[in-house]
């Protein structure tokens, strides 16, 4: 069964720090994974994703995150904070079952303080 | 890129009375849409798989005649909340599934809250 940890409910980063925001995985199969991010009373917006073709991922705003199939970890990081990046974020698994569903892992909220 | 539109993106009812959320993918078909549930300071619960032509898949524990689903077309997919009470009050928000990208993509969310 497909399930997803993320380690840090909170996670807090001065302007222009490194961001680490971690996530592990658990599947039976190789996984596609996923971050979202999610400003306050709005909806999810993909990151990036891993569909397994490169092991490190670029996506939108100067985010990356990096599969490490050995550590079952899709940690998503950011060189340096912006404090627009303040926000809830969402790592996810594709279920390997029918329709393709996402499984969400618990959120980690980032502030970023000046 | 895909997007997702979410009808209305608030609403307040009175208790016993239904609301109707829409979904809409706006630049894409959806043969699949997904419909979550998030409670505050939480992460989204998903309660139903929405394909269009046929009847949703819905997760275990989610009352299939409280949240009546209908994906009558490859760009919208209704839900709709029958005799809504205080307690189903939630930020709902719906995805829609890009096949040849294997993602899925949200809409705005809709805030239900029940009086």
């Known amino acids: 069964a497909q399930s997803v940890t993320q380690l840090g409910s909170h996670v807090s980063v001065s302007e222009g720090a490194l961001v680490l925001l971690r996530c592990n995985y658990s599947?039976?199969?190789?996984?596609?994974l996923f971050w979202y991010v999610q400003y306050p009373n709005q909806g999810l917006q993909l990151l990036l994703k891993y569909t397994s073709a490169a092991t490190l991922v670029k996506g939108i705003n100067g985010f990356e995150a990096e599969f490490k199939k050995s550590e079952t970890s899709f940690h998503l990081t950011k060189p340096s904070a912006h404090m627009s990046d303040a926000a809830e974020y969402f790592c996810a698994v594709r279920f390997s079952g029918g329709y393709n569903k996402l499984i969400f892992g618990a959120g980690t909220r980032l502030a970023v303080h000046p | 890129g895909a997007v997702v539109s979410q009808h209305p993106s608030r609403v307040i009812c009175k208790s016993g009375t239904s609301v109707k959320i829409e979904c809409r993918s706006l630049?894409?078909?959806?043969?699949?849409m997904f419909w979550y549930r998030q409670f505050p300071k939480q992460s989204l619960m998903l309660m139903a798989t929405s394909n269009e032509g046929s009847k949703a898949t819905y997760e275990q524990g989610v009352e299939k005649d409280k949240f009546l689903i209908n994906h009558a077309s490859l760009t919208l997919s209704t839900l709709t909340v029958t005799s809504a009470h205080p307690e189903d009050s939630s930020f709902y928000i719906c995805?829609?599934?890009?096949?040849?990208?294997?993602?899925?993509?949200f809409g705005p969310g809709t805030r239900l809250t029940v009086l």
């Open positions: 599947s039976s199969v190789p996984p596609y």
């Open positions: 995805s829609a599934r890009v096949p040849e990208q294997e993602s899925q993509y």
């Open positions: 630049d894409f078909q959806a043969t699949t």
